[in-house]
């Protein structure tokens, strides 16, 4: 399979602290993408970096890819109750591959 | 701009019966791809579609099939149905390039009884 892994499965935090979650996946790729779910909604897309950059930014959301390693990393910052949800990491060959999700929890 | 549209947004149906799903994407997208999610499966891919040709296939049986249409709109659609059918089916619209994102519709729960 092509899907990636996230890890942890599942996260537990307090708000305010930081939350860091890590993919891999199998196959090269063109890039990689982050994606929120609320539980039982559709997918939003956070964030996406290409192959050739290492790190990247977006609010409090920073993401890096190791392309050697076949993993990237999400970290979010200064958690809030509000960014409880799932968090998928997604690579597009001919199609998109999402890993299996980490479920975070941010206790207020 | 709106955003995926998909309807029903539940639907409960019986084993046997079949079912239909409507995707409408974001304006100007060509590409609509379909997925299953369910709790021990994660998110699985089914199928997409582009300018109306199926372009890429997940490995699910000849009971789940799609379409699209000219103005993009995408319909799935799942005969016979199983117990463990039921689940979150998630549409996701892209402008069908490899470096753009997927933009999802909410789902459509599918429970079947």
């Known amino acids: 399979s092509q899907q990636g892994e996230e890890d942890p499965q599942a996260l537990s935090i307090q708000e305010g602290e930081n939350a860091t979650m890590n993919c891999s996946y199998k196959t090269s790729i063109n890039n990689l993408q982050w994606y929120r779910q609320n539980s039982g909604r559709g997918l939003v897309h956070l964030i996406l970096i290409r192959s050739n950059e290492r790190e990247k930014h977006s609010g409090r959301l920073r993401v890096t890819l190791d392309t050697s390693k076949k993993s990237s990393s999400l970290l979010i910052t200064a958690s809030r109750a509000a960014d409880t949800a799932s968090y998928f990491c997604?690579?597009?060959?001919?199609?998109?591959?999402f890993g299996t999700g980490t479920s975070l929890t941010v206790i207020p | 701009k709106a955003g995926v549209t998909q309807t029903p947004r539940y639907l409960i149906k019986t084993r046997g019966q079949q079912v239909t799903l409507s995707c409408s994407p974001i304006s100007g997208h060509r590409s609509v791809s379909w997925y299953q999610q369910t709790p021990g499966q994660g998110l699985q891919f089914l199928f997409e579609y582009f300018s109306e040709t199926q372009r890429n296939k997940g490995n699910f049986p000849g009971r789940f099939s799609g379409r699209q249409f000219s103005n993009s709109r995408s319909e799935m659609n799942v005969s016979t149905l199983e117990l463990g059918d039921s689940a979150l089916y998630l549409c996701a619209s892209s402008l069908g390039g490899q470096a753009t994102e997927a933009f999802f519709g909410q789902g459509t729960r599918l429970t079947v009884v």
């Open positions: 997604a690579t597009k060959s001919n199609q998109f591959y």
